[in-house]
């Protein structure tokens, strides 16, 4: 199909799939979801019914046989991102593949050279880069606001993920520098105008949910930039209060802190609770921030209408699959610095690596 409207099916019905389906029914005009696919019973079905999306599948490989199905995007657990990627891209149809982009940099290599072979996309779903006040202080920056830019910083912080296959370092690969690192060195290196990573130091440790995963709860990395930048990137699974998530840009000629949240919420006192506030809130009893437009805010409804435009070739992909290993090798150089508590310089390619949480465990097992 060439024009109308992109048609999509989502492999996962939770959080992320919930999103996704969500953020294209916000932008409608370029993409309609046509199909829903989960291998547990039930779970694909109530996203479908929530969201009147037409045709529910246990396995994905089924629905991708579907012909009009032009795009798909994964919102499942990281271990499974370059299995599903290769079977979509082989199946002829496009694909959006959620953070992080894989496992190890010898999946992203497989998953960026058969995209390519098979003549479809493989865009990155990283929705820092669509989020309408961090494209502005981009938009700012681009246009010599700050004047040279030397400092970056992103943070993003709560108490922990959504499913539980997050703790789980064998299904995720890592823990908070895993799930969330990714946005802030994405972040950082779309900032500085995709200057190439020179190095990459972190510090990173379990604080807190120790009782329930073997990775990292939080973490501190600074990246060092070909151009002189330096980015400062910070996570927590261990923060109380919700979610947190802002910037600090810094130049030569100005400054901006450009806060993802505290700009578009009402702060709000209540001695009862109420329903939802925000992502990852736990309590709405006495002082809380709620949101509105959330997802809006976030960026995420941007992104898929601009995924779905590239498919039609409309724009430029604007966030690819090569992004997505240039975070990878970040993230391998960042848990290899703070396992050897040293400096790593890039280019990094350990041989052998499972996970990339192992090079700062300092097993494969």
């Known amino acids: ?10 492999v996962g019905s939770q959080f992320q799939g919930d999103i996704h389906a969500a953020s294209f029914q ?38 991708l046989r579907e012909k009009d199905i032009e795009m798909v995007t994964i919102a499942a657990p990281n271990a499974l991102h ?36 098979a003549g479809v996309l493989l865009l990155y779903a990283e929705e820092l880069l669509f989020t309408p006040k961090y ?20 943070s993003e912080k709560h108490f922990g993920p959504h499913s539980p296959w997050f703790w789980d370092v064998s299904r995720s690969g890592g823990g908070v520098f895993m799930d969330m690192g990714c946005h802030g060195i994405a972040f950082c290196y779309w900032f500085f105008g995709r200057s190439p990573i020179k190095s990459v130091t972190c510090h990173m440790g379990t604080y807190v949910h120790g009782a329930k995963t073997r990775g990292e709860d939080d973490s ?20 109380r209060g919700g979610m947190d998530d ?12 450009p806060n993802l949240h505290m700009g578009n919420a009402m702060p709000t006192y209540s001695e009862y609770g109420y329903g939802y506030a925000v992502e990852k809130a736990p309590s709405t009893k006495g002082w809380s921030y709620p949101v509105f437009d959330e997802l809006w805010n976030y960026g995420s409804p ?13 724009e430029q992909p604007q966030s690819t699959g090569e992004d997505g290993r240039v975070v990878m090798e970040a993230l391998y150089a960042g848990y290899a610095s703070a396992g050897q508590g040293r400096k790593i ?17 300092g097993t494969s097992a």
């Not at 696919?37 to 246990?58: D, K, M, N, Q, W």
């Not at 079977?87 to 992203?108: F, Q, S, W």
């Not at 941007?302 to 409309?314: D, I, L």
């Not at 310089?345 to 465990?361: M, S």
């Open 345 to 361: 310089e890039l280019p990094f390619r350990p041989e052998g690596v499972k996970r990339p949480i192992d090079l700062w465990l």
């Open 246 to 257: 802002r910037t600090e840009i810094y130049g030569e000629g100005g400054v901006s802190y």
């Open 26 to 63: 916000i932008m409608l005009e370029e993409a309609e979801v046509v199909a829903v696919c989960s291998p547990t019973p039930g779970h694909a079905a109530e996203l479908a019914r929530r969201y009147g999306i037409p045709r529910v599948f246990l396995d994905y490989k089924e629905m």
């Open 220 to 239: 501190i990395c600074v990246l060092e930039f070909a151009n002189g930048g330096v980015g400062l990137v910070e996570n927590s699974w261990a923060k």
């Open 1 to 10: 199909m060439s024009n109308g409207k992109v048609r999509v099916g989502i």
């Open 135 to 154: 494209v502005k202080a981009k938009e700012m920056a681009d246009h010599g606001a700050f004047g040279k830019l030397y400092l970056v910083k992103q």
């Open 302 to 314: 941007h992104e898929m209408r601009h995924f779905a435009r590239c498919v039609r070739g409309k």
């Open 82 to 117: 370059c299995g599903m990627t290769l079977d979509i891209a082989r199946a002829g149809k496009h694909v959006v593949c959620e953070k992080p982009l894989c496992m190890t940099l010898d999946e992203a290599d497989q998953m960026i050279d058969v995209c390519r072979r």
